[in-house]
């Protein structure tokens, strides 16, 4: 159920003409982005792991939004009621949408990594390719759990909007994906550790750069499973407050 | 037979918060107090004006709301404590073209729901394929929703709500906006689905749709039940008021919701 589920929305949201402009466009940006960051640091070696760093930006962009969004975006177009109805934890009537999120992401990695080697010729040589072929999905979907957890407090704060537009940027710097956490203030390191986006670009700049990648892989994992059910409980409240409030249809 | 759904005295009150600078707090008082029970298989009719209650009154019994007092159970199961019971034997389906996944095809709708749905994996295709046959969307599934007429839509949303074999469906206003052929062949099925043994809970403001296919009627308005009867018994209420004419069900309907 959760994985034809997670098809069929990210074809659905594969389809959005906004969606689709976006992703054509960003990856190119980040790309490009990307490269200049690191010639300017004179970093030139380390142009794949730029490029992969970008790509987790996008992955991380759509589920922050996307998740963040779920439930409204449902709600606006009348299908919340309609999947609420269905005799299922509401986490698990959620689940597939924000993997999803996670899943339309992947493009952004994909697309990113095309860009930088046709525009700037970055060569494509993966420390360990099979690593990064098994990390990379595990850490996509571990985001699209992590997804679950945004999506069920995001309905509970009112200004939901604003705090997505806020936390995007710092979440791309915090996690390292684009500049290694250890030049960054000492007190982020905390925050960094709790989030899976932070293992999740440690594992994959791991897998392209070399390094041990399994530990933090299994972290990222273990951050999105609990982010999961942490998630799922919230629902639950969420889901029996909106038939209290009468705020699962447009009003 | 046996009683299928059950209203105890239910109650809905709705809070709002409007204005923004300085919030007021608004209470509507949409259903006050209304019992009814519904044998199996027997098709049960809800008519009222708009605001009268209806779709609240809906909403409470297929799980959505949350009724503010009163009881309702749905094939024996109570509708707030055993919420997932109800569920897996309820099919609702409502007037509109909202509520569909418009970017997929009519078939990814109905595999996506059939999934939430539990219905096993071996059996989809067979019964996405009857139904669409029984609301004649077959050779158009494969469309994107998007490119559909009110009327597919609405067609495509009763498939949907039948997937899982529902004991118990709620229609409400299935038929608004839909063509007179259309109405017609959705009349048809309904009553299929209820000689079938399908217990039906209709809410329409076309009576003599309601005349034609309901059992019982409960007319409502401002959140109570003002009458509730078999069609004959509404109309003969209405003798005399008419001049020598037999009464319809439009003249009984009028009636009770305007008292002169
Ligand atoms: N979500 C809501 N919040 C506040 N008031 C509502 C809400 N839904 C319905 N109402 C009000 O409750 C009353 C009954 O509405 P409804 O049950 O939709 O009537 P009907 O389906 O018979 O037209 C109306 O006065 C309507 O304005
Ligand atoms: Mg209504």
Redesign the pocket.
């Given at each position: 159920m959760i994985a034809v589920g997670a098809l069929l929305h990210a074809k659905h949201l594969s389809r959005s003409p906004l969606e689709i402009a976006i992703s054509l466009v960003v990856p190119v940006v980040q790309a490009t982005l990307a490269v200049y960051l690191l010639r300017s640091g004179g970093a030139g070696d380390r142009l794949l792991d730029a490029a992969v760093g970008a790509g987790m930006m996008g992955v991380w962009s759509s589920v922050l939004f996307g998740s963040g969004a779920a439930i409204q975006n449902q709600r606006w177009q009348g299908t919340l009621e309609m999947i609420m109805l269905a005799p299922r934890r509401p986490a698990l009537v959620l689940v597939p949408i924000t993997l999803a999120t996670a899943l339309t992401g992947t493009y952004a990695i994909l697309a990113t990594l095309l860009w930088g080697r046709l525009l700037y010729g970055i060569r494509l040589d993966f420390a360990h390719p099979v690593a990064f072929a098994v990390v990379a999905p595990a850490c996509i979907l571990s985001l699209g759990l992590f997804g679950l957890l945004l999506a069920a407090t995001f309905v509970l704060l009112r200004n939901a909007n604003a705090l997505a537009n806020t936390l995007e940027y710092p979440v791309w710097l915090v996690s390292g994906m684009l500049v290694p956490i250890t030049v960054l203030p000492g007190w982020t390191g905390p925050l960094a550790a709790a989030l899976p986006t932070t293992w999740a670009a440690r594992a994959l700049r791991e897998a392209t750069g070399g390094g041990p990648v399994w530990p933090s892989a299994a972290l990222c994992v273990g951050i999105g499973l609990t982010c999961a059910v942490l998630g799922a409980f919230a629902l639950t409240y969420v889901e029996r407050r909106a038939r209290a409030s009468?705020?699962l249809?447009l009003? | 037979m046996g009683i299928a759904v059950e209203a105890e005295d239910l109650r809905r009150t709705?809070r709002?918060r409007t204005g923004w600078a300085r919030a007021r707090r608004t209470e509507?008082d949409?259903?006050r107090g209304i019992s009814f029970s519904i044998e199996r298989g027997e098709l049960f009719g809800l008519l009222?004006?708009?605001?009268?209650?209806?779709?609240?009154?809906i909403?409470m019994l297929n799980t959505l709301l949350i009724p503010t007092s009163g009881r309702a159970r749905v094939c024996g199961y109570d509708v707030v404590a055993d919420t997932r019971e109800v569920r897996r034997r309820i099919g609702y389906v409502f007037g509109g073209d909202r509520g569909l996944y418009d970017r997929l095809s009519g078939l990814d709708n109905l595999r996506y729901f059939a999934e939430l749905y539990g219905v096993p994996p071996r059996e989809q295709k067979r019964r996405i394929g009857e139904l669409l046959d029984l609301v004649r969307l077959t050779g158009r599934e494969r469309e994107r929703v998007e490119g559909y007429s009110r009327g597919m839509r609405q067609r495509l949303h009763i498939a949907r709500g039948l997937l899982h074999r529902p004991e118990v469906l709620f229609l409400?206003e299935p038929s608004i906006g839909v063509d007179p052929v259309a109405a017609r062949e959705l009349r048809g099925a309904v009553a299929d689905l209820a000689a079938a043994g399908t217990t039906v809970l209709l809410?329409t403001h076309y009576m003599a749709e309601a005349d034609e296919l309901c059992d019982r009627i409960a007319v409502?308005a401002d959140?109570a039940i003002q009458a509730l009867g078999t069609p004959a018994e509404l109309r003969a209420r209405a003798a005399g008021r008419v001049g020598t004419r037999e009464p319809t069900l439009e003249d009984a309907y009028v009636a009770i919701v305007q008292p002169s």
């Open positions: 009468a705020t249809a009003a | 709705y709002s509507v949409a259903v009222g004006p708009n605001g009268a209650g209806k779709t609240t009154t909403k409400d809410t409502i959140g």
